[in-house]
């Protein structure tokens, strides 16, 4: 046997299955927040987009849970989707992402979403502009 120590949990009298499912579900959801913030302070974690409202959420059973690493693309959609849309709008007048550009975009995006975040959602609107088919 090497150095590493191995825990094993032994679980009280009361523990039940219904406990391990549980657990199984705040567990993933604390994962994922791990890995946020990780990345939020500078790791080479991918940008999961993971909230303090989505773990509870994730860990209350009422929003599932993406697998590792995954940002959620139910919240990253509106934003691929409004990158995407301004590429056939604005492709001609600007055939490349310029500081011109991401200003049109950012006051488009922040007029529309009453709760936008350009600093939060400008990644994704960029991964939808440089989709190509």
């Known amino acids: 046997m090497n150095n590493q120590t191995i825990t094993a949990h032994k679980n009280p009298s009361w523990w039940t299955e219904e406990y391990d ?3 199984d579900r705040v567990k993933a959801a604390f994962k994922r927040d791990w890995d946020q913030t990780k990345h939020d302070l500078g790791g080479n974690q991918p940008d999961t987009q993971q909230s303090v409202k989505d773990t509870v959420k994730q860990a ?5 849970i993406p697998r590792r690493g995954e940002s959620v693309y ?3 959609e509106p934003a691929y989707r409004f990158g995407y849309g ?7 007048r ?6 011109n550009l991401e200003n049109e975009l950012r006051r488009d995006w922040t007029n529309t979403n009453q709760d936008a975040d350009w600093e939060s959602d400008s990644a994704n609107i960029r ?6 088919e």
């Not at 991964?127 to 190509?132: E, M, R, S």
Request: cysteine-free.
């Open 127 to 132: 991964a939808g502009w440089d989709y190509v």
């Open 21 to 23: 499912s549980s657990w």
């Open 60 to 64: 209350s059973g009422t929003q599932a």
């Open 94 to 99: 600007y055939p490349v992402w310029n500081m």
């Open 74 to 76: 139910e919240k990253a």
């Open 86 to 92: 301004a590429r056939t709008h604005y492709g001609t």
